[in-house]
């Protein structure tokens, strides 16, 4: 084929192919207690990959972790958990990088009933897409989450949200809030990402 005959073809283009669906019991089977770096969520039977708390990431768990002992919530029993399951619908199971549970939340969780934790963080990742982060913030509000707060390690802010159209950002000595979860639970950006 002569030079001008390749630049003059065509060049294929792969079709998507329409992603695999599977059973929840299927993702938990599989999914489940996978240890490869990675998170693993459920949504409407497709199973969704990316980024997951890694080791670096695990410094704003612990500052975070300082913070929530500090609060009522922890006095009255509450925890944060780290990439725990919660159903945020019947087709949809997420595994919120950090979640707080209320005392009264963690005997049913250990009988196997969901919980919908009042407050989520997620530590958002360069490859991140921005409609999924939308997508999934709308979701956990629907869920019936209070707050969501967006970690952006790079930029050092954090979006603070109390529904999809409230939102704080916070930057330097804005203070990020847990209200209306958890009250007394804040912090300023700067002393998160010190």
Not at 23 to 42: Q, T, V
Not at 112 to 134: H, K, L, M
């Amino acid at each position: 084929m002569s030079a001008a005959a390749a630049i003059a073809s065509p060049k294929s283009r792969k079709v998507p192919r329409e992603p695999k669906r599977i059973s929840k019991g299927h993702f938990l089977r599989y999914y489940s207690n996978r240890e490869d770096g990675y998170k693993y969520e459920w949504n409407e039977g497709i199973v969704e990959k990316g980024e997951g708390m890694n080791q670096r990431n695990s410094v704003f768990y612990l500052r975070l972790l300082h913070a929530f002992l500090k609060t009522k919530a922890f006095c009255e029993g509450g925890t944060l958990i780290m990439l725990t399951d919660m159903d945020t619908s019947p087709v949809q199971l997420r595994r919120p990088d950090i979640a707080y549970y209320a005392a009264a939340h963690l005997p049913k969780m250990w009988a196997g009933e969901n919980q919908v934790a009042p407050w989520v963080c997620e530590v958002i990742s360069p490859t991140d897409r921005a409609e999924d982060i939308n997508a999934k913030l709308v979701e956990y509000f629907n869920a019936g989450v209070q707050v969501v707060w967006h970690i952006f390690p790079h930029s050092q802010k954090v979006d603070v949200y109390t529904s999809p159209e409230q939102v704080t950002i916070c930057r330097g000595k804005t203070v990020c809030s847990g209200a209306p979860a958890m009250p007394d639970f804040q912090m300023s950006a700067e002393e998160l990402f010190a």
